[in-house]
């Protein structure tokens, strides 16, 4: 089991930042992908960044250049900072990471991003 702790949400004004991150505990020894995903009211969720256990970091096409992925192997702690924040970006936002033995997937409790003026 994994148990994921997500904080750094907020209300934020058009082009502002905030940095979101969750911290892993229980069998974190077998996780190889980390990610956040987000869910706007009325859509589906969607995968907004990973990054594995090598590095490797992938994005969604409306953030590139303006998010960053990120992880602490020491604190077991995956970040994403948020630059350049639209109302787009507006969305309940997951962590989420992937047991690589089982490929079983958890789930963080979701932290909301609100970008308006």
């Known amino acids: 089991q994994v148990q994921l702790v997500e904080s750094g949400g907020g209300l934020v004004q058009p082009g502002g930042s905030l940095r979101l991150s969750c911290t892993a505990s229980?069998?974190?020894?077998?996780?190889?992908?980390m990610g956040w995903y987000r869910q706007a009211p009325g859509k589906q969720r969607e995968l907004v960044a990973s990054?594995?256990?090598?590095?490797?970091?992938t994005y969604v096409g409306s953030v590139k250049g303006r998010f960053t992925i990120s992880k602490d192997n020491a604190k077991n702690t995956v970040y994403l900072q948020m630059n350049s924040l639209k109302p787009e970006d507006t969305a309940d936002y997951y962590c989420n990471v992937r047991n690589r033995i089982t490929s079983t997937v958890y789930w963080g409790q979701g932290t909301q991003v609100t970008v308006s003026s």
């Open positions: 990054i594995r256990d090598s590095g490797t970091t």
């Open positions: 229980g069998s974190i020894f077998s996780i190889d992908v």
